[in-house]
């Protein structure tokens, strides 16, 4: 059973970078036909697509964020990570990493969720 | 950039059947995923393909996708389904979310 878990600060100051690790256990991260992707949820409203990157080292970012947005992988540690530069209070949410089917185009293992802060 | 439209809510009476659906530009030649989110939890796949079910997902959870829209029906609907509901899909090799749908079970 695949299991995904996210850590890093729960609280960042504006204008300071945003850092996050999932950890992928029960599989490895290098396993054919997964990618991997954040999603967010700020408080109160919908789940918003962050960006996903693939075994081949492809990444694919919301336009929205891909000015000062880096995902990327540590096979070693069987971890991804997100690096979103310049955070202001709208980037305060429920962080969510995620594995993606390649063929079933779908999100099947969600990691519990972090909550992170903007604020000064 | 391309957008999913939901319905804010829906209601549903137990046993009853629900229907939530999401429109997008030519949706139909998209494939459509649903999620399931309760309170305070992460969301569940209930959906993929249109109208797969992962395992574990009761049958009573069912799919379809043509034209601009995307329908999540549940059938027998019981106070355990009381979530919000998400569809999504993939618009070139972006990710896009519907904004959700709250079905409450009366």
């Known amino acids: 059973q695949v299991q995904l878990q996210e850590s890093g600060p729960g609280l960042v100051k504006p204008p300071q970078t945003l850092s996050l690790t999932c950890t992928v256990s029960g599989g490895s991260i290098n396993s054919d036909n997964h990618y991997w992707s954040w999603i967010r949820q700020p408080p109160g409203k919908g789940l918003e697509w962050i960006g996903s990157i693939y075994n081949s080292g492809s990444t694919y970012y919301s336009p929205s964020l891909k000015s000062r947005l880096t995902i990327s992988v540590d096979t070693s540690k069987n971890q991804f990570s997100l690096k979103l530069s310049s955070v202001t209070v709208a980037d305060t949410a429920v962080y969510y990493c995620a594995r993606g089917g390649e063929v079933e185009q779908n999100f099947d293992y969600w990691g519990q969720g972090t909550q992170v802060t903007v604020s000064s | 950039s391309y957008e999913l439209t939901q319905p804010p809510s829906v209601s549903v009476s137990p046993g009853q059947t629900a229907s939530i659906t999401c429109s997008g530009d030519t949706l139909g030649h998209k494939y459509v995923c649903w999620y399931q989110q309760k309170p305070g939890q992460s969301p569940v796949l209930v959906i993929y393909?249109?109208?797969k079910r992962p395992s574990g997902i009761p049958e009573r959870f069912s799919g379809s996708n043509s034209g601009n829209t995307a329908t999540l029906t549940i059938s027998g609907t019981q106070a355990i389904d009381e979530a919000d509901y998400y569809c999504q899909a993939w618009d070139s090799s972006t990710g896009v979310f519907g904004g959700g749908t709250k079905l409450t079970v009366l």
């Open positions: 393909h249109d109208r």
